[in-house]
């Protein structure tokens, strides 16, 4: 049976980018599985891939964050003077370390967050690796 042809996504790069972060991480951290989580590791995590590639964020600086998140808490890497190497992705990442911070949700939505951040880690990656393939 044939691949089936691969749909066009419902979403650009530039509406993903534009979305509300912050407030996908406030409401999708701390939702039971459903829509809300569904969005911020669907639709989010790709927006924030997004703004982050076109700062030029390496995907294991994100993990680093990830791991940092997990062992030291949301508030915690909030708190940090550079949570990334780049003074623009750091502007970035802080309103959705803060926005997460804010819940004070105890270590399930650090690890959450810590989850997020690896996902949004994984489509940075597989972006630029699609851009590779291409050139």
Avoid: C, K
């Amino acid at each position: 049976m044939p691949n089936p042809a691969p749909r066009p996504p419902d979403r650009t790069d530039d509406e993903l980018a534009r979305l509300d972060i912050p407030t996908l991480v406030r409401y999708g951290l701390t939702a039971p599985p459903g829509p809300r989580r569904t969005a911020l590791f669907g639709d989010g995590a790709v927006g924030a891939a997004v703004l982050l590639d076109r700062l030029g964020t390496q995907p294991r600086s994100v993990v680093f964050l990830a791991d940092t998140v997990r062992a030291g808490g949301l508030a915690y890497a909030a708190g940090l003077p550079e949570p990334l190497p780049r003074p623009e992705a750091t502007a970035v990442v802080r309103d959705w370390l803060a926005a997460g911070a804010e819940l004070a949700a105890g270590v399930d939505a650090d690890d959450t967050a810590a989850r997020w951040l690896r996902a949004v880690a994984t489509v940075i990656e597989l972006r630029r690796l699609t851009r590779a393939a291409r050139n």
